[in-house]
């Protein structure tokens, strides 16, 4: 079984930073892909930070310039750090990985409970 565990969020005033990490655990082959999502009230979950196994990475425009996705494939976590924070950065951020089980030949998402962040203003 393979459980992912966020961590780090929290209330922040405007223009402030953040810093979430995430842990995978658990029985598995491998983990592909690592992203960060964030869901706001009525609104449908955004990508908006996605690493690959070789550390190539890509932002939401919401987001690009104010965050950095970073990943330790030794131990399994991905972090997600934020800048200049912004009321519209409230909301639940999830951490996402893609995971070959060992009974599997395939990868699938897995997800985190998410953490809820709350920017200030």
């Known amino acids: 079984q393979v459980q992912l565990v966020e961590s780090g969020g929290g209330l922040v005033h405007t223009g402030g930073s953040l810093r979430l990490s995430c842990v995978v655990s658990?029985?598995?082959?491998?983990?592909?892909?690592m992203s960060w999502y964030r869901q706001t009230p009525g609104q449908q979950r955004e990508l908006i930070a996605i690493i690959s196994r070789d550390w190539l990475t890509n932002y939401a425009e919401s987001v690009k310039g104010r965050a950095t996705i970073s990943r330790d494939n030794a131990k399994n976590t991905v972090t997600l750090q934020m800048s200049s924070l912004k009321p519209e950065d409230t909301g639940v951020y999830y951490c996402?990985?893609?995971?070959?089980?060992?009974?599997?030949?395939?990868?699938?998402?897995?997800w985190g409970p998410g953490a809820q962040v709350t920017v200030a203003s």
């Open positions: 996402n990985a893609n995971i070959r089980l060992k009974s599997l030949g395939f990868y699938e998402p897995h």
């Open positions: 658990g029985t598995f082959s491998s983990i592909n892909s």
